[in-house]
């Protein structure tokens, strides 16, 4: 068969309410359509998603496992195009996100766009806090890393480090890959005109569970790589919420001055959910030899 552009690679799980958006958004790309192609990958859904993608016309991959890592390695596996470009199946891709990807596919072996987050007409307060500190493409970047969300890959990369680590069960693998890709001379480069958006959550109980697993999965890079960082060991920011808003990235003086009392307290709440889950990878991560060990599948 011939090759592509571009494989785009969606791991999901339990998608149905955003796949469709998200799907609609690729169909409307300004790069001819028999330019690149879809891979969904069904990640042990419980709903609807196989079916969505199906009918979408995309190339349907069904593992159980429930491993965002590996969800990533097997649409790898199975794509044909010469970059592999990654968003999740919460984004929605701007209409020239493909295009602006193959015009600069030559720059790097990794390529990184921004990653927006979008709200209501009227966002309510946690809204408003997801868009201070929830992605931060550029600066990530500069640290030598992406998120998945809009992430283009050279298939080459991903073969010389072994592809994902799978032994990251919850988030951290793009991390890890990306710096890992770039210590094997496979650097990463931001691509700003590459967009994606992501809508904020609106109910602080999503927002907290997702501090929890950066606390988790950052610990668990540290590790690992020698990369990241363990919440528990720096307790200061629980205690101070300015602290606490520098920490997960938010500049208070960009702040409506009528928030910023409730953004710090969310800062410390969140802050105190990283340490939470840094204990948690310390008391029931996997240790030893088995931490160390890195788990992959080759795309």
């Not at 429930?66 to 592999?84: E, F, Q, S, V, Y």
């Not at 919460?90 to 990794?110: E, G, K, M, N, R």
Request: with cysteine; proline share 6%; charged share 25%.
């Amino acid at each position: 068969m011939p090759r592509l552009d571009l494989s785009v690679v969606v791991p999901v799980r339990d998608g149905a309410g955003t796949l469709p958006v998200l799907l609609g958004s690729l169909e409307r790309q300004t790069l001819a359509r028999d330019r690149y192609e879809v891979i969904v990958v069904d990640n042990g859904s419980r709903d609807g998603t196989a079916d969505i993608a199906q009918q979408s016309g995309a190339k349907v991959i069904s593992d159980p496992v429930p491993n965002r890592a590996r969800a990533r390695n097997l649409g790898a596996a199975a794509a044909r195009g010469d970059r592999i470009a990654f968003i999740d199946a919460d984004c929605i891709a701007t209409p020239t996100w493909l295009a602006v990807y193959s015009q600069h596919v030559d720059s790097a072996p990794l390529l990184a766009g921004p990653v927006v987050t979008t709200t209501g007409d009227s966002p309510n307060l946690v809204e408003r806090f997801e868009r201070g500190w929830r992605f931060a493409q550029e600066g990530w970047v500069r640290d030598g890393w992406a998120a998945t969300a809009n992430l283009c890959v050279e298939p080459e990369a991903l073969r010389a480090v072994g592809g994902f680590d799978e032994a990251y069960r919850h988030i951290a693998e793009d991390a890890d890959f990306c710096i890992r890709a770039g210590r094997a001379g496979y650097p990463l480069r931001f691509c700003a005109d590459a967009e994606v958006l992501h809508p904020a959550e609106t109910d602080i109980g999503p927002t907290l569970k997702r501090f929890f697993w950066h606390g988790y999965s950052s610990a668990q890079a540290e590790r690992r790589i020698g990369v990241g960082y363990t919440a528990w060991r720096e307790p200061r920011p629980l205690f101070a919420g300015h602290l606490a808003a520098k920490r997960i990235g938010i500049d208070l003086s960009s702040v409506d001055p009528r928030d910023r009392l409730a953004v710090r307290l969310l800062a410390q709440a969140g802050y105190a959910m990283r340490v939470a889950g840094s204990l948690w990878w310390d008391f029931h991560g996997p240790q030893g030899s088995d931490a160390m060990s890195h788990s992959r599948s080759a795309p």
